[in-house]
C-alpha cells in the first residue's frame, strides 16, 4: 500500500564517500538554534524581542533533549549499530552535540546576564537578585513567602521511608544540604523541595518597594532566601536550584491496544516521568550535590549544565506580556483582509469563493477568513455536512467550537484529530471528547501514519444541488500561531480539488484502496516519486538545453533520494534555490556534487513555515503548496498533502510573496556553506532588503501609527 522507505540513496557521485554527501540532522539542528540566538544578540532588534528569543532557545533545546536526545540515548542504550546517511553513529552524534550544545547554552546565559539583562536595567526594567534588596524590598517579599509561598510548599528529607521523590518533567526542584536533627531525630543531610507548577516563577514587586518602574523577583531567589523557613532548628549548608529534562515521546503498540484515546490518556500521565535525559543546575551547585543528583536520574556528567541564572528560561518569556513598552518590541500590525472590507455587513463567504479562488498568506493576511469559512458553514441552513482534519488547534480555539456548534445543530460534521500530535496530544483528546459529545463523527485517523495534512471540506446545498469548498494549508488550524508563522491557505470550490480532498477523506475515514487523484500529491503513495520526477523533469530540460530551476522553500530538507536528485539536478545545470528554515543534510556549492545549488535559512520575527515547491518546468512555472516537508516521516509515515495553485494570478503571488523576497533577504538571511555551516547576510543600510518586513509593508492591513 505504501511506497518502500530507501534505506540508502544510489550515489550521484561514486568518487565521493556517500557518508559524505550528507550533513548530521542533529547538528544542523544546533546550528538552527545558533541563529535563532543571533537574533538576541543583534542590537537593531528591539530588547524585549531579544529578551524572546533567548527563551525561544530554551524552549526549542527543551524538544530536542526530549525528543532528539532521547532517541540517541535510547539507541545508545541497546547498543544500536546502525549509521545515519551522514556516516555517524548514535554514539559519535551524541559526542559532538553534547559539546556544541554545552558551547550554545553557555553563550546563551553569557547574552542574558552580560547584555540583554544590563540593557533592560537601563530601561527601568530589573530582575532583583538577592543581594541588592533593600530592608523594604527583603520585608515586602519575606511576607509574600509566609503568605503565598510556604502553604504551598512541601519539602521532602530523604530517608530510608522517604526516597528520592518522582521529579517531573522540567519542573523546578532545590536539592538542600542540612545540618542537625529534626523533631525525629532524623539527620539525612538532603531534602528535596519541589516548586508546584501552579506558581508565578516571576513575581513583579509593587511600586511602593520597587526601585525600577518594573522589578521583579525570581521565584528561585524567595525559596533560596527563606529556604530555612522550611526546616526549623536545623542549619542549612546548601540550597540548589535544579531541573531534570526527560524523554517525553509517547509509545503505543497498534496490536497492543484496543482504542487509541484511551491508550494515550494513560501514556499522557506517564510522560512528565519519562527517562531522564538532561539534569540542568545553577552555577552555585556545589560538585557533591550535583553529583548526587546525576546518580538519583542515572545521568553522567556530559549530561550536566550548570548555568549562570535560572535554570528553565523558558519561563522568562511571560515577561513580554507583563511589561507595557511597546518601544521595547516590534511595531503592531493588523493583519490585512484581502476580500472582507469591500462585502457588505452580512457577506457570504461562499458567493466570494464561488467568484475565485482566495490566497491567504498569513501573518500578514488574517486567519479569520478561515475562521469564518468554519463558523459560517456551522450557521448556514444551507451546509449540510463539515469535514476537517486537526493536527493542532490549541486548547482554546474558535475554529473548534464552531464545529461543536455545528454537530449540536444537527449538521453532518467530520473531523480527523490526530492524537499523536507531539506535546498538543491532550488538547485533542478533549475536543474529541467534545466533539463525540454533541454527535460529531471523530476518525483518529490511520494508525502508523500521523495525520499532518491540513484541509476542511464543507458541503453546501445550492439550487438544487450539492456544492463543495474546501480550504487548504500549509500551516495549522490554531488561531494563536497563525499570528506568528509565516503559511498560505487556499480557498477553493474548484470541483476537481473538491473531488480529490473528498476522496482523502475517505480514505481517511473508511477502508479501500487509494484512488488516483487529479491534482493533489498524497504521503505516503505519491508525494515522494512526485516530488522525485518533478526534479527529474527539470534535468531533462537542463539537459536539452532549456532553461531548468528549482525553487523550494521549507521547514527542513533530511530525505536522502531527494537530496541525491537535487545533486543530479545540480550536476545537470538545474539552477536550485533551497529556503530551509531548520535543519538540512543537503551540502550546497560543493565542486562536483552540488554547484549550482544554494542553502539559504530565514530567521526572523516571524517563524518560516510554509512549505512552497517550484518547477520552471518549461516556463509553465508549477507552484505547489504542501503540508508537508522533505523528510523521511513526512513523505513515507504521514498523511500529507501537496497541492497546485492553479489560478495564474494566485500562482504568480506565492511566486512574488512566498519565494523571491527570501531569495533577495539581505537582513534575515543566512547562507549555508558546504560543511552545514551558515553565513549571515550582511548589507548596506541604504540597501537592505528583508521580506517579512517588505511583506508586512506590503500586505498588512494597519500599521503602527494608525493602532497608537
Given at each position: 500500500?505504501?511506497?518502500?522507505?530507501?534505506?540508502?540513496?544510489?550515489?550521484?557521485?561514486?568518487?565521493?564517500?556517500?557518508?559524505?554527501?550528507?550533513?548530521?540532522?542533529?547538528?544542523?539542528?544546533?546550528?538552527?538554534?545558533?541563529?535563532?540566538?543571533?537574533?538576541?544578540?543583534?542590537?537593531?532588534?528591539?530588547?524585549?524581542?531579544?529578551?524572546?528569543?533567548?527563551?525561544?532557545?530554551?524552549?526549542?533545546?527543551?524538544?530536542?533533549?526530549?525528543?532528539?536526545?532521547?532517541?540517541?540515548?535510547?539507541?545508545?542504550?541497546?547498543?544500536?549499530?546502525?549509521?545515519?546517511?551522514?556516516?555517524?553513529?548514535?554514539?559519535?552524534?551524541?559526542?559532538?552535540?553534547?559539546?556544541?550544545?554545552?558551547?550554545?547554552?553557555?553563550?546563551?546565559?553569557?547574552?542574558?546576564?552580560?547584555?540583554?539583562?544590563?540593557?533592560?536595567?537601563?530601561?527601568g526594567?530589573?530582575?532583583?537578585?538577592?543581594?541588592?534588596?533593600?530592608?523594604?524590598?527583603?520585608?515586602?517579599?519575606?511576607?509574600?513567602?509566609?503568605?503565598?509561598?510556604?502553604?504551598?510548599?512541601?519539602?521532602?528529607?530523604l530517608?530510608?521511608?522517604?526516597?528520592?521523590?518522582r521529579?517531573?518533567?522540567?519542573?523546578l526542584?532545590?536539592?538542600?544540604?542540612?545540618?542537625?536533627?529534626?523533631?525525629?531525630?532524623?539527620?539525612?543531610?538532603?531534602?528535596?523541595?519541589?516548586?508546584?507548577?501552579?506558581?508565578?516563577?516571576?513575581?513583579?514587586?509593587?511600586?511602593?518597594?520597587?526601585?525600577?518602574?518594573?522589578?521583579?523577583?525570581?521565584?528561585?531567589?524567595?525559596?533560596h532566601?527563606?529556604?530555612?523557613?522550611?526546616?526549623?532548628?536545623?542549619?542549612?549548608?546548601?540550597?540548589y536550584?535544579?531541573?531534570?529534562?526527560?524523554?517525553?515521546?509517547?509509545?503505543v503498540?497498534?496490536?497492543?491496544?484496543?482504542?487509541?484515546?484511551?491508550?494515550?490518556?494513560?501514556?499522557?500521565?506517564?510522560?512528565?516521568?519519562?527517562?531522564?535525559?538532561?539534569?540542568?543546575?545553577?552555577?552555585?551547585?556545589?560538585?557533591?550535590?550535583?553529583?548526587?543528583?546525576?546518580?538519583?536520574?542515572?545521568?553522567?556528567?556530559?549530561?550536566?549544565?550548570?548555568?549562570?541564572?535560572?535554570?528553565?528560561?523558558?519561563?522568562?518569556?511571560?515577561?513580554?506580556?507583563?511589561?507595557d513598552?511597546?518601544?521595547?518590541?516590534?511595531?503592531r500590525?493588523?493583519?490585512?483582509?484581502?476580500?472582507?472590507p469591500?462585502?457588505?455587513?452580512?457577506?457570504?463567504?461562499?458567493?466570494?469563493?464561488?467568484?475565485?479562488?482566495?490566497?491567504?498568506?498569513?501573518?500578514?493576511?488574517?486567519?479569520?477568513?478561515?475562521?469564518?469559512?468554519?463558523q459560517?458553514?456551522?450557521?448556514?441552513?444551507?451546509?449540510?455536512?463539515?469535514?476537517?482534519?486537526?493536527?493542532?488547534?490549541?486548547?482554546?480555539?474558535?475554529?473548534?467550537?464552531?464545529?461543536?456548534?455545528?454537530?449540536?445543530?444537527?449538521?453532518?460534521?467530520?473531523?480527523?484529530?490526530?492524537?499523536?500530535?507531539?506535546?498538543?496530544?491532550?488538547?485533542?483528546?478533549?475536543?474529541?471528547?467534545?466533539?463525540?459529545?454533541?454527535?460529531?463523527?471523530?476518525?483518529?485517523?490511520?494508525?502508523?501514519?500521523?495525520?499532518?495534512?491540513?484541509?476542511?471540506?464543507?458541503?453546501r446545498?445550492e439550487?438544487?444541488?450539492?456544492?463543495?469548498?474546501?480550504?487548504?494549508?500549509?500551516?495549522?488550524?490554531?488561531?494563536?500561531?497563525?499570528?506568528?508563522?509565516?503559511?498560505?491557505?487556499?480557498?477553493?470550490?474548484?470541483?476537481?480539488?473538491?473531488?480529490?480532498?473528498?476522496?482523502?477523506?475517505?480514505?481517511?475515514?473508511?477502508?479501500?484502496?487509494?484512488?488516483?487523484?487529479?491534482?493533489?500529491?498524497?504521503?505516503?503513495?505519491?508525494?515522494?516519486?512526485?516530488?522525485?520526477?518533478?526534479?527529474?523533469?527539470?534535468?531533462?530540460?537542463?539537459?536539452?538545453?532549456?532553461?531548468?530551476?528549482?525553487?523550494?522553500?521549507?521547514?527542513?530538507?533530511?530525505?536522502?533520494?531527494?537530496?541525491?536528485?537535487?545533486?543530479?539536478?545540480s550536476?545537470?545545470?538545474?539552477?536550485?534555490?533551497?529556503?530551509?528554515?531548520?535543519?538540512?543534510?543537503?551540502?550546497?556549492?560543493?565542486?562536483?556534487?552540488?554547484?549550482?545549488?544554494?542553502?539559504?535559512?530565514?530567521?526572523?520575527?516571524?517563524?518560516?513555515?510554509?512549505?512552497?515547491?517550484?518547477?520552471?518546468?518549461?516556463?509553465?512555472?508549477?507552484?505547489?503548496?504542501?503540508?508537508?516537508?522533505?523528510?523521511?516521516?513526512?513523505?513515507?509515515?504521514r498523511?500529507?498533502?501537496?497541492?497546485?495553485?492553479?489560478?495564474?494570478?494566485?500562482k504568480?503571488?506565492?511566486?512574488?510573496?512566498?519565494?523571491?523576497?527570501?531569495?533577495?533577504?539581505?537582513?534575515?538571511?543566512?547562507?549555508?556553506?558546504?560543511?552545514?555551516?551558515?553565513?549571515?547576510?550582511?548589507?548596506?543600510?541604504?540597501?537592505?532588503?528583508?521580506?517579512?518586513?517588505?511583506?508586512?509593508?506590503?500586505?498588512?492591513?494597519?500599521?503602527?501609527?494608525?493602532?497608537?
Amino acid at each position: 500500500m505504501v511506497n518502500n522507505e530507501p534505506d540508502k540513496a544510489s550515489a550521484t557521485r561514486p568518487d565521493i564517500p556517500l557518508t559524505k554527501q550528507f550533513l548530521n540532522r542533529e547538528l544542523s539542528q544546533i546550528e538552527f538554534n545558533r541563529r535563532v540566538l543571533a537574533q538576541a544578540e543583534n542590537e537593531e532588534i528591539p530588547l524585549l524581542e531579544r529578551l524572546r528569543f533567548i527563551c525561544i532557545v530554551s524552549s526549542n533545546l527543551d524538544e530536542f533533549f526530549e525528543v532528539r536526545i532521547a532517541g540517541l540515548k535510547e539507541q545508545i542504550k541497546l547498543d544500536s549499530p546502525g549509521f545515519g546517511s551522514d556516516g555517524m553513529s548514535p554514539g559519535q552524534t551524541f559526542e559532538q552535540v553534547s559539546r556544541q550544545v554545552h558551547e550554545l547554552i553557555s553563550r546563551q546565559y553569557q547574552l542574558l546576564n552580560d547584555d540583554v539583562l544590563p540593557a533592560l536595567v537601563e530601561q527601568g526594567i530589573c530582575f532583583l537578585r538577592r543581594n541588592v534588596w533593600d530592608d523594604s524590598q527583603r520585608e515586602w517579599i519575606r511576607n509574600f513567602f509566609f503568605r503565598e509561598l510556604m502553604p504551598m510548599l512541601t519539602p521532602i528529607g530523604l530517608d530510608p521511608l522517604h526516597p528520592f521523590p518522582r521529579v517531573l518533567n522540567k519542573s523546578l526542584n532545590f536539592a538542600v544540604g542540612l545540618e542537625g536533627k529534626d523533631a525525629f531525630g532524623r539527620n539525612s543531610g538532603v531534602a528535596i523541595v519541589q516548586a508546584p507548577r501552579i506558581l508565578p516563577r516571576l513575581i513583579r514587586l509593587p511600586k511602593e518597594v520597587s526601585s525600577y518602574p518594573y522589578s521583579f523577583v525570581f521565584l528561585s531567589s524567595i525559596i533560596h532566601a527563606h529556604v530555612g523557613e522550611l526546616f526549623a532548628g536545623m542549619h542549612v549548608t546548601g540550597c540548589y536550584q535544579f531541573r531534570v529534562t526527560r524523554d517525553s515521546d509517547l509509545y503505543v503498540d497498534e496490536e497492543e491496544i484496543k482504542n487509541l484515546r484511551i491508550a494515550l490518556q494513560g501514556e499522557l500521565s506517564q510522560r512528565h516521568l519519562g527517562d531522564a535525559v538532561r539534569l540542568e543546575v545553577a552555577d552555585n551547585c556545589s560538585q557533591q550535590m550535583a553529583e548526587f543528583l546525576l546518580e538519583q536520574f542515572a545521568l553522567k556528567n556530559e549530561d550536566l549544565f550548570q548555568v549562570r541564572g535560572p535554570v528553565n528560561l523558558v519561563r522568562l518569556m511571560q515577561v513580554f506580556d507583563l511589561i507595557d513598552r511597546p518601544d521595547l518590541k516590534f511595531p503592531r500590525f493588523v493583519p490585512g483582509l484581502p476580500f472582507l472590507p469591500r462585502k457588505k455587513k452580512g457577506h457570504n463567504i461562499f458567493e466570494v469563493i464561488s467568484k475565485g479562488d482566495i490566497l491567504l498568506h498569513h501573518p500578514y493576511q488574517s486567519f479569520q477568513p478561515v475562521v469564518e469559512f468554519i463558523q459560517q458553514a456551522s450557521a448556514d441552513p444551507d451546509v449540510m455536512a463539515i469535514k476537517q482534519t486537526v493536527y493542532r488547534a490549541g486548547s482554546d480555539s474558535t475554529l473548534m467550537e464552531a464545529l461543536v456548534a455545528a454537530a449540536s445543530l444537527g449538521k453532518e460534521v467530520t473531523v480527523v484529530v490526530e492524537l499523536l500530535a507531539r506535546f498538543d496530544e491532550e488538547a485533542n483528546i478533549n475536543w474529541a471528547k467534545r466533539l463525540e459529545e454533541v454527535g460529531a463523527h471523530v476518525i483518529y485517523g490511520v494508525f502508523g501514519h500521523k495525520t499532518h495534512c491540513k484541509m476542511a471540506m464543507v458541503v453546501r446545498r445550492e439550487a438544487g444541488q450539492l456544492k463543495r469548498y474546501v480550504h487548504l494549508g500549509t500551516g495549522n488550524y490554531h488561531t494563536g500561531t497563525a499570528r506568528v508563522y509565516t503559511d498560505f491557505g487556499l480557498l477553493t470550490c474548484h470541483e476537481e480539488i473538491c473531488t480529490d480532498v473528498s476522496e482523502v477523506f475517505l480514505q481517511l475515514t473508511g477502508l479501500g484502496k487509494a484512488s488516483k487523484l487529479r491534482h493533489l500529491w498524497q504521503s505516503p503513495f505519491n508525494l515522494h516519486n512526485q516530488i522525485l520526477n518533478s526534479i527529474q523533469q527539470e534535468v531533462k530540460h537542463a539537459t536539452a538545453g532549456k532553461p531548468a530551476a528549482i525553487i523550494a522553500k521549507m521547514n527542513a530538507l533530511l530525505e536522502p533520494a531527494v537530496i541525491q536528485a537535487l545533486y543530479a539536478a545540480s550536476a545537470a545545470g538545474v539552477k536550485i534555490n533551497l529556503i530551509v528554515r531548520g535543519a538540512c543534510a543537503l551540502r550546497p556549492g560543493v565542486p562536483g556534487l552540488s554547484e549550482n545549488i544554494r542553502v539559504r535559512s530565514i530567521v526572523g520575527r516571524f517563524l518560516e513555515h510554509s512549505r512552497i515547491f517550484y518547477f520552471l518546468n518549461s516556463k509553465q512555472h508549477n507552484v505547489y503548496l504542501a503540508s508537508a516537508d522533505w523528510m523521511s516521516r513526512n513523505f513515507f509515515r504521514r498523511v500529507e498533502i501537496c497541492f497546485p495553485v492553479l489560478d495564474p494570478r494566485l500562482k504568480k503571488r506565492v511566486i512574488v510573496e512566498g519565494l523571491k523576497p527570501y531569495l533577495r533577504d539581505n537582513v534575515q538571511a543566512w547562507e549555508m556553506d558546504g560543511d552545514g555551516y551558515y553565513k549571515h547576510k550582511s548589507a548596506r543600510r541604504n540597501s537592505r532588503f528583508s521580506a517579512q518586513e517588505v511583506l508586512l509593508e506590503k500586505l498588512a492591513a494597519v500599521k503602527q501609527e494608525a493602532i497608537e
